[in-house]
């Protein structure tokens, strides 16, 4: 039997950048008495929380003890300590300063010269690139855009796929991955979700074939797929419904 659930968050738990549903809530505390539950995301701390976390139905510490954050794409790793009833950061591999700036410059460039650069249809305050720590984000219409406007922007990808193929030219040495709805992450080789999940082998000590991950990006250059060529059991799900779905048999069948 598998002793962990990973899940992509965007598009596999949610409505991209929103909370979860009841449904999927009460499914993840019921998960949390059986597995080890470990949402993997290019979302920051926060928005685990806001999104996950701060959902769930009345959850004990002996359960938040089995759900593990691995915060942009696993490059930040927090757990619950059940002492302190708070979460403690576990372990944190940001960019360098530099390295935020040359990948920000990049995007920008890369996206005005296609046109997509959508500065005019941003809400007051929101922003387009976003200092993620682990990660640069490029979210097309920034954070707060409303959902149906951002299945609009860019529903087969090739928008983002050439605005990455502009970036691979300018910025050879980062990585850039289509997640989301409209987004981009761009990062340093290797710090994808093979990197989150490796170290989630090391931290929570288990194998390869104790994992199941759930995830609506695993085609080859989507944000899922590093996990899939790892080798990893995968189930590829189209939005939070097919994940409610297998989450149901899986909890019916134990
Ligand atoms: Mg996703």
Known sequence: MKKVLAF????????????????IAELLTKCLDKFEVCPISGQKFDQFLIQIVNRLPNPTPEQLSHLHLFVAQGTQYYRFNTLKKDWEQVYNYPLTNEQVAKISATIE???????????????????????????????????????????????????????????????????YEIGGTTSINAITPGMNKTFGMTHLLEELKVEK????????????????????????????????????????????VI
């Open 8 to 23: 992509d968050i965007d598009q596999t738990l949610n409505v991209a950048k929103t909370p979860i549903t009841d449904e």
């Open 109 to 175: 460039q890369a996206a005005k010269e296609l046109g997509y650069w959508e500065e005019d249809k941003l809400k007051p305050g929101d922003e387009i690139i976003e200092n993620r720590l682990s990660q640069v984000t490029f979210s097309a219409l920034g954070q707060e855009a409303g959902t149906e406007e951002k299945y609009a922007w860019d529903p087969d990808h090739k928008k983002r796929e050439q605005i990455v193929k502009r970036c691979k030219e300018l910025a050879p040495e980062f990585d």
């Open 209 to 252: 074939s104790d994992i199941l991950y759930f995830g609506d990006m695993t085609q080859p250059g989507g944000n899922d797929y590093p996990v899939v060529a790892m080798g990893i059991d995968t189930i590829t799900v189209r939005n939070h419904e097919d994940t409610a779905f297998a989450l149901r048999g899986i909890l019916g």
